[in-house]
């Protein structure tokens, strides 16, 4: 069973940064992408960003593109999400989520199997 347990979360200023980090364990196969989204209180789940496991794509939201930026480093198993020049609006509940699927759209919450239970970021103004 894949778990992944997020952390890297907590209360900054607007303009301040933070970098989340996603541990992933319990992989019987090769994962094909993961991915972060976030969920502010009373909103859906939305996209933030992705990566495939494979290769250098990394796509990203309109609302953060330039600002965020989504790594990984595949020996540990681990993906990264460095959030610079946060804005109030970015205060979220962060989750990250795997697929073990081969998909050619990763902005979708239904292209993903495993999800982690998510680490609160507040930016105040």
């Known amino acids: 069973q894949v778990q992944l347990v997020e952390s890297g979360g907590g209360l900054v200023q607007a303009g301040d940064s933070l970098r989340l980090s996603c541990a992933a364990s319990?992989?019987?196969?090769?994962?094909?992408?993961m991915g972060w989204f976030r969920q502010a209180p009373g909103k859906e789940r939305e996209f933030v960003a992705a990566?495939?496991?494979?290769?250098?794509?990394?796509y990203y939201a309109d609302s953060v593109k330039g600002r965020f930026t989504i790594s990984r480093d595949n020996a540990k198993n681990t993906v990264y999400l460095q959030m610079n020049s946060l804005k109030p609006e970015d205060t979220a509940v962060y989750h990250c989520?795997?697929?073990?699927?081969?998909?050619?759209?990763?902005?979708?919450?239904?292209?993903?199997?495993?999800w982690g239970q998510g680490t609160q970021v507040t930016v105040s103004s």
């Open positions: 989520a795997e697929t073990l699927r081969a998909t050619f759209n990763v902005r979708p919450l239904s292209a993903y199997d495993y």
């Open positions: 319990g992989r019987a196969f090769g994962t094909y992408a």
């Open positions: 990566i495939r496991w494979t290769g250098s794509s990394t």
